[in-house]
């Protein structure tokens, strides 16, 4: 492995981890309505890494390098542009940054690097708006906050590129118009600003944890991003809730499985058949852990459900140990909750294995919720599993269904296997 090659590794290994607290950092000097400035920053510090690291080697502290550089470009940019327009010099936290005699020491006041993860958090409340669409939301945080490339956004939620750009488009343009101050939202506006975000990230988590993407079923990438988010929301004063705690466990219990659920050919192991052993155990006790903390207050999120769904699989030694009768309670709150066709898909998987077929036929019949399931490939692949004791011809066609519905290639070699062998779960 030759240097060259090493560099660009660490520095895409940089990039992921540092970019977005960077940008949060520039993004307070600049404001949110110069982004694009801010993330130019970024990249130029990249480049100068670059180019810098394969003749004058690898600095001991990388990140220390790359934050240093930023800062000292982003003074100059200040320079440049201290009579445009661009940049709101009248701003109160501004106004010492165009003075050549107060510049530097402005920009080390902003530039603080015991309040990095606090920036961060005030970015994504910022990214989280209300008057931003859910899948801007998203988009910008990925972009923006995790590092990801416009074809990895594009790749993760099977869109195209020109659909990502113009996600990125309007919410920046939305930012220079309404010029968005990253900052924690008022006591008043936690509950709501909370949601939104942790809503976000859980999106994130999910497509991570079973990817839309054709080629992969897990996107580790994904979800350690959204677990890191959503522990600095956990560590934080500010946004230290019983609902952040729950997400938090039920990302732990989870992830904790994730060993098994792929097979070494990359095919998906159903849970009955997954080797319980390759089960991280450090984890779901973490889970436990920040499922203790979630149990104050008077708050009960559809997370705090969740993760006690998630929770009975975890400790449950064998499948057949399952406790499904505690999971079909939990579902029913659930459903009380936060009812959704999702939910109540996930709640008849449940009717089925604890009361059967003829039960589980009955309550999707008297559902409202069929012409949703009808665009939900799992609906099919359900169906597909009532069916394939009793009626396997019937079972292979709902199979069929949602083996054409599903842009998963695990999904459908999973849906494959069981055509040929029309057995069920």
Same mark, same amino acid.
């Given at each position: ?9 660490? +520095? ?8 977005? !607290? ?33 003749? !004058? ?37 501004? +106004? %010492? ?19 990095? &993860? ?25 972009? +923006? %906050? ?32 309404? !010029? ?9 506006? %936690? ?183 009808? !665009? ?23 199979? &069929? ?5 599903? &842009? ?18």
């Amino acid at each position: 492995m030759n240097a060259s090659f090493t560099i660009s590794k660490l +520095t895409d290994q940089l990039f992921r981890h540092e970019a977005g !607290k960077m940008v949060a950092l520039l993004t307070k000097i600049f404001g949110t309505e110069n982004l694009d400035i801010s993330e130019d920053v970024v990249q130029d510090t990249f480049i100068n890494a670059m180019q810098v690291w394969p003749l !004058k080697g690898v600095p001991d502290n990388p990140s220390g390098w790359l934050f240093r550089v930023a800062k000292n470009k982003a003074i100059d940019v200040l320079r440049r542009n201290k009579f445009s327009r661009q940049i709101d010099f009248n701003d109160p936290e501004r +106004t %010492l940054l165009q003075s050549e005699y107060t510049l530097t020491a402005a920009v080390e006041k902003l530039w603080r690097d015991d309040e990095i &993860q606090d920036d961060l958090l005030r970015m994504m409340f910022a990214c989280c708006h209300p008057d931003i669409a859910e899948e801007n939301q998203i988009t910008l945080i990925l972009k +923006t %906050l995790c590092g990801f490339s416009t074809s990895e956004i594009a790749k993760a939620f099977l869109t195209s590129e020109d659909t990502v750009s113009k996600r990125l488009y309007r919410t920046k343009n939305f930012f220079r118009e309404k !010029k968005i101050k990253p900052e924690f939202p008022a006591p008043a506006q %936690l509950k709501y600003s909370i949601e939104a975000v942790l809503k976000a990230i859980y999106l994130i988590f999910n497509e991570g944890y079973n990817a839309t993407h054709a080629n992969d079923l897990i996107r580790k990438d994904l979800l350690d991003q959204a677990m890191y988010l959503c522990k600095l929301l956990a560590e934080n004063a500010n946004t230290r809730l019983p609902e952040v705690f729950a997400a938090m466990a039920l990302m732990c219990f989870h992830s904790s499985r994730i060993n098994g659920r792929i097979n070494e050919q990359g095919e998906i192991v159903l849970l009955a058949q997954q080797d319980r052993s390759k089960w991280n155990r450090q984890l779901i006790e973490e889970g436990n852990a920040f499922m203790n903390k979630a149990a104050y207050g008077d708050v009960i999120s559809s997370y705090h459900i969740e993760a006690a769904i998630a929770y009975e699989h975890c400790i449950a030694e064998t499948f057949e140990q399952t406790n499904w009768q505690n999971i079909l309670a939990y579902y029913d709150m659930l459903v009380a909750v936060h009812p959704n066709a999702v939910v109540m898909l996930h709640r008849l998987t449940v009717i089925y294995k604890v009361f059967g077929a003829a039960k589980t036929l009955e309550e999707m019949d008297a559902a409202v919720y069929k012409k949703d399931w009808e !665009k939900n490939y799992l609906y099919y692949a359900l169906l597909g599993d009532i069916y394939a004791k009793t009626a396997p011809e019937r079972s292979k066609e709902y199979y &069929q269904i949602a083996f054409n519905m599903t &842009q998963s290639s695990a999904e459908k070699n999973l849906l494959q296997k069981k055509m040929n062998d029309r057995g069920g779960i």
